[in-house]
T-cell receptor, first 116, second 112 residues
Framework: NAGVMQNPRHLVRRRGQEARLRCSPM?????VYWYRQLPEEGLKFMVY????????ESGMPKERFSAEFPKEGPSILRIQQVVRGDSAAYFC??????????????FGPGTRLTVL | SQKIEQNSEALNIQEGKTATLTCNYT??????LQWYRQDPGRGPVFLLL?????KEKRKERLKVTFDTTLKQSLFHITASQPADSATYLC???????????FGQGTTLQVKP
């Protein structure tokens, strides 16, 4: 059973470009979470999605950031008009169920975004 | 304000000793608390989960305690090994929504 997959692993963008980060959850998992880790800081929650629905986006910046988890295909975190402050590691996690026994989250390897 | 705090200073211990890491929180009533391990350049890996009605949980050389009165969790690694060197993150779930709030992590260095 493959783990959570993220691609690309490294992404370099110039200021003003768009960044698209992809996440394929573990097989059988329908819950996806995105977190951001800035250098020397902890993981910060961004958004929680189920298939085709955004459940909690309280950690998402109000502008330029969006996320989706379509019925088919990976979850996408999209950052428009990137700025240097967006440089960070972005982690995706998935879980099979919320509120039940399996509450742990399985993390992907992350996408390291560098904005020049 | 709501906070979750871990010792920001690195913890250095000798191989074979017990490592104890602390996680304190304020203004949360978490349904459960989790501990993760993170190695440089990699994603966190789940270690243990403890629910609000549990005082202690064990898994092999790992032990977690959860004191909802003190608002504190302690994470112990007994008979520590150099391979245990990593950053350890505590995370709490403010409610049963799946969202996790992470502490900033404590780096453990186990010296042979």
């Amino acid at each position: 059973n493959a783990g959570v997959m993220q691609n690309p692993r490294h992404l370099v963008r110039r200021r003003g470009q768009e960044a698209r980060l992809r996440c394929s959850p573990m097989k059988g998992h329908s819950h996806v979470y995105w977190y951001r880790q800035l250098p020397e800081e902890g993981l910060k929650f961004m958004v929680y999605l189920q298939k085709e629905n955004i459940i909690d986006e309280s950690g998402m910046p109000k502008e330029r950031f969006s996320a989706e988890f379509p019925k088919e295909g990976p979850s996408i975190l999209r950052i428009q008009q990137v700025v240097r402050g967006d440089s960070a590691a972005y982690f995706c996690a998935s879980s099979p169920e919320v509120g039940g026994f399996y509450n742990e989250q399985f993390f992907g390897p992350g996408t390291r975004l560098t904005v020049l | 304000s709501q906070k979750i705090e871990q010792n920001s200073e690195a913890l250095n211990i000798q191989e074979g000793k017990t490592a104890t890491l602390t996680c304190n929180y304020t203004n949360y009533s978490p349904a459960y608390l989790q501990w993760y391990r993170q190695d440089p350049g990699r994603g966190p890996v789940f270690l243990l989960l403890i629910r609000e009605n549990e005082k202690e949980k064990r898994k092999e050389r790992l032990k977690v305690t959860f004191d909802t009165t003190l608002k504190q969790s302690l994470f112990h690694i007994t008979a520590s090994q150099p391979a245990d060197s990593a950053t350890y993150l505590c995370a709490l779930a403010p409610s049963n929504t799946g969202k996790l709030i992470f502490g900033q992590g404590t780096t453990l260095q186990v010296k042979p």
